[in-house]
């Protein structure tokens, strides 16, 4: 990620993806006067919606954007390249001349990469020929017809954000220098770009996170479990708001989905509306039964983005993965995929309201291209000789020559035994064998012993190397048995090019790479539909109720509830809060000293309850405007009640009292259950 400010609040912001081969850009910011709108709460926005592994800075970036990325950087003085191990990612501050617009424009128009569709016009200008010193024809792209069509994918006058883009290239560039291998073309490669856009959602910084509970990491117990980075901390959901539906949710990506609803809540009427709506659905009584075959073909469910590297890749398995393996082949999860994936379909068509979904499931999925990906499959691999051996195996009948070295490499074994009952009556060795060794041939093998090495020696033989209890030797005769057999291992499945096996492995990952469009973006679909299900069952355990949404400054909850408080003890009273929004900003007497805006506090628990403020005889004056009037007022103190017998407090609709009452049982048995707390 890399991130650029100036002019005392423009910020912009651009970041790779190496999942999905992104290139994101963020929608120009212009926060204006920092007196206005503090910029320090944009910055940790941005962290948490991309979650970056490697951060990119100008030489010329505000000491405050520097301060944020390396708190360190304002308290000691060190140098943010120094050692970072205490920072979640790698912090680089690079020259001003890699966030250049005019080279960043350059750099994205030389990426051609067009918009989707074929091509039905071309626009040249008469001096591409000449600059370019190519020979027009009808496969030729201009520099004009190339930044018109990067103009229609990306917002080209954000020149901080595009300048982003091109130290992100720069950075990109350098490190496939270094780290592309020969023949690897795929390496930190670019396939779009993308516009993204924090306009439409909440800022909301990490303390905020934290001190509302939405989110709360709790660390391993164990020292020894907790890894160096994010994705082996060995962490897990705490007490938290996301805790209460994290759990519900069963596929990689419908967790990421999921997780970015409390991290960015949305700001849009629709959008919040559409969830509303989906969450209504699903807990219809008499859809609760396809609620749970949705559950139960979810978690079956993969994140074919991740998948479908690895088939670019060439891999069959995806990496990590050890011994048995095999549960996580690219094969199984694309056939599971796709089978799962027709089934969803085949469920939401028949769901009460199902065609009324936001999640645009019965447009996107294709039955007829998931069959036809699943008998590519089904016909190509052998899952259950895959199960066996640990490895991609190709069925039977899809080439006779393979069939005929896996029938030789079949029969290899019984064949050398009997040429090891002959050998063994032509030399005085009680214990022999012959056997097939993958990549090296045909081996003489005896038990360890003097004698025999001797006399094995004696007789022309090579010894090639031993075991602790085993000596290897060739001899002519098994020469002969490597040339007329060859490598029938390495010819069927061998790591290296035009193998039997692998090559046909890699025809069937080209054709299904045509359907890679397809593919993720279900998989993307099922994420969201998996994220709304959480939402659905969280709400159904914790018998939460659809709020009413409305544009107007008004918040009317009856009978609330705090969601975490209630878990934590034995008897929870619901509360009302009634809030309706001045028109303008609070205003206050300014003749008093700072300290006098300390006294009031002018925010709701969602439990309803209030905050302790010392005291708020000082305020009176202040609060004489009607339309100015605040939200909500919370007074406490011992002198608070001179705010009411001067009658500086006039009774208004906007403003409403409350006071706490204490109730004792004196017939309770228990001592936490004789006192009970109401807010009224």
Not at 43 to 60: A, E, G, N, W
Not at 453 to 481: A, G, P, W
Request: aromatic share 6%; glycine share 6%.
């Amino acid at each position: 990620m890399a991130i650029d400010m100036k002019d005392r609040g423009s910020i912009g912001c651009s970041y790779y993806l190496a999942r999905k081969k992104t290139l994101y850009l963020m929608e120009g910011v212009k926060l204006g006067d920092l007196e206005i709108v503090d910029t320090r709460e944009s910055v940790p926005s941005i962290k948490l919606h991309i979650q970056p592994t490697i951060i990119l800075v100008s030489t010329r970036i505000d000491d405050s954007i520097h301060a944020l990325l390396d708190p360190r950087s304002s308290s000691s003085g060190t140098s943010s390249n120094e050692d970072q191990s205490v920072l979640p990612y790698i912090l680089e501050t690079r020259p001003s001349v890699d966030f250049n617009f005019q080279n960043a424009k350059n750099n994205l128009i030389n990426l051609r990469i067009s918009s989707r569709g074929p091509r039905l016009m071309a626009f040249m200008t008469p001096g591409d020929s000449i600059m370019n010193g190519l020979q027009i024809n009808e496969n030729f792209v201009g520099r004009q017809e190339s930044l018109h069509k990067l103009s229609a994918l990306i917002n080209i006058d954000c020149e901080l954000t595009v300048g982003c883009a091109g130290a992100v290239l720069t950075y990109l560039q350098r490190r496939r220098a270094v780290e592309q291998l020969p023949g690897e073309e795929d390496l930190f490669k670019i396939n779009s770009l993308s516009m993204f856009s924090l306009s439409g959602t909440m800022f909301i910084t990490a303390d905020t996170l934290a001190s509302l509970q939405v989110l709360e990491s709790e660390h391993h117990p164990h020292s020894h479990n907790l890894g160096p980075t994010k994705a082996s901390s060995g962490s897990k959901e705490g007490l938290s708001v996301y805790g209460l539906f994290h759990h519900h949710a069963h596929t990689p990506q419908g967790k990421i989905s999921l997780k970015q609803y409390f991290l960015r809540p949305s700001q849009d009427f629709n959008t919040i509306n559409d969830r509303l709506n989906s969450v209504n659905i699903f807990l219809q009584p008499d859809n609760s039964t396809y609620v749970d075959s949705l559950v139960k073909c979810l978690k079956q469910i993969k994140n074919i983005r991740a998948v479908m590297i690895n088939v670019h890749k060439g891999v069959s398995t995806s990496s990590g993965s050890t011994g048995g393996g095999i549960a996580r082949s690219v094969w199984i999860s694309i056939r599971q995929f796709v089978t799962q994936a027709s089934k969803i379909l085949e469920i939401i068509q028949n769901i009460n309201r199902g065609r009324s979904l936001p999640i645009i499931i019965l447009h996107s999925f294709d039955p007829l291209n998931f069959q036809r990906i699943l008998m590519m499959i089904v016909e190509t691999i052998d899952f259950q000789s895959t199960l066996e051996k640990h490895r991609t195996v190709v069925k039977s009948g899809i080439d006779p020559q393979l069939d005929d070295l896996k029938y030789q490499y079949s029969g290899i074994k019984s064949r050398l035994s009997r040429i090891a009952q002959d050998i063994q009556k032509t030399i005085l060795v009680a214990q022999l064998i012959v056997e097939y060794i993958p990549n090296q041939g045909c081996y003489l093998i005896t038990p360890r012993d003097p004698e025999i090495e001797n006399y094995m020696i004696t007789t022309d033989c090579d010894r090639m190397f031993s075991t602790d209890t085993e000596v290897y030797y060739k001899d002519n005769h098994m020469r002969e048995l490597d040339y007329h057999f060859g490598d029938l291992y390495q010819d069927i499945c061998g790591k290296y090019p035009f193998n039997m096996e692998i090559e046909i492995i890699h025809q069937l990952a080209q054709k299904i790479l045509e359907h890679e469009e397809l593919l993720t973006e279900c998989s993307d679909i099922c994420g969201e539909l998996d994220s709304l299900i959480a939402l659905t069952k969280g709400a159904q355990i914790n018998k939460f109720c659809r709020p009413q949404i409305t544009v107007s400054n008004v918040v009317n909850i009856k009978n609330g509830r705090h969601p975490l408080q209630e878990l934590l003890v034995s008897s929870y009273v619901p509360n009302n809060t009634a809030l309706v929004g001045g028109q303008g900003e609070k205003s206050f007497d300014h003749s008093t000293d700072d300290e006098s805006l300390s006294d009031i506090s002018l925010s709701a628990q969602p439990e309803g309850k209030n905050r302790h403020i010392p005291s708020t005889h000082r305020v009176s004056r202040g609060l004489s405007s009607e339309n100015d009037a605040p939200s909500m007022l919370i007074l406490t103190g011992p002198n608070y009640s001179e705010i009411f017998e001067n009658g500086f407090l006039e009774p208004r609709p906007e403003l409403s009292f409350g006071h706490m009452e204490i109730r004792i049982d004196k017939k309770a048995k228990s001592l936490d259950s004789q006192i009970t707390y109401l807010y009224k």
